[in-house]
């Protein structure tokens, strides 16, 4: 089956630096979403692509879609704790269908 | 508030007792989708419905049984369950065909 390798694993940062991740596949997906869980909830979206190339903000946050199809990237500029949680890429194979491929999640901790 | 509610919230059974999870979603959505999250494992799909129809089972055991009486609500019925099922099980929804889901906080739960 369809696999999504994410990377880095875990992050651990200082309040304000610039974070970068990204996920990639040996297939190519027609949509990349990317989303946060905080501990103790479900997955909230972040960010929706749906175009190779697409660069697409939501606040501090930066997404991008590959130009191959196979590989997404999520930039958080300026982090604050808030931004604590794990994040997850998921991509979509097809239109019309509404399964989603998970990665395996980047942690991310903010150092005091 | 991501309009999806799942109860509840932490379950610990024993491996012959029989619970229900529920899952309700105030978005007018008319799929929806029950996930496995375990540690360090991405998401897995389990089963999804479409208009109260299951669409996708994911090879899942019978011991885990879906019911979806209509477009907003959604349960998972659980009986003599394995202490490797212990997971986080996460109820989502969305338009039909489309890639946006939106994710319930989840129950959290332990087979002893």
């Known amino acids: 089956g369809q696999q999504l390798n994410q990377s880095p694993q875990s992050m651990f940062i200082q309040e304000g630096e610039d974070v970068s991740m990204n996920c990639t596949s040996s297939?190519?997906?027609?949509?990349w979403l990317w989303y946060k869980q905080d501990p103790g909830e479900g997955p909230v979206l972040l960010i929706a692509?749906?175009?190779?190339?697409e660069l697409t903000s939501n606040g501090r946050l930066t997404a991008q879609f590959g130009t191959t199809r196979k590989d997404s990237f999520l930039n958080i500029s300026a982090s604050i704790p808030s931004d604590v949680g794990i994040y997850f890429c998921?991509?979509?194979?097809?239109?019309?269908?509404?399964?989603?491929?998970f990665g395996t999640g980047t942690r991310l901790t903010i150092i005091p | 508030e991501t309009g999806v509610t799942q109860t509840p919230r932490h379950l610990v059974m024993g491996m012959t007792n029989k619970k229900s999870l529920k899952c309700e979603q105030h978005?007018?959505?008319?799929?929806m989708y029950w996930y496995k999250q375990s540690a360090k494992k991405p998401l897995e799909l389990m089963f999804v419905?479409?208009?109260?129809?299951?669409?996708e089972n994911n090879s899942v055991p019978s011991r885990f049984s879906p019911e979806c009486p209509n477009s907003s609500h959604l349960f998972l019925h659980l009986h003599t369950l394995q202490p490797e099922d212990s997971a986080l099980y996460l109820c989502?929804?969305?338009?039909?065909?489309?890639?946006?889901?939106?994710f319930g906080p989840g129950t959290r739960l332990t087979v002893l």
């Open positions: 989502a929804s969305s338009h039909k065909g489309t890639d946006t889901q939106y």
């Open positions: 297939s190519i997906f027609n949509t």
């Open positions: 692509l749906y175009k190779a190339g």
């Open positions: 998921a991509g979509q194979l097809f239109f019309g269908n509404e399964k989603l491929t």
């Open positions: 978005l007018g959505h008319n799929a």
């Open positions: 419905y479409n208009f109260k129809e299951q669409t």
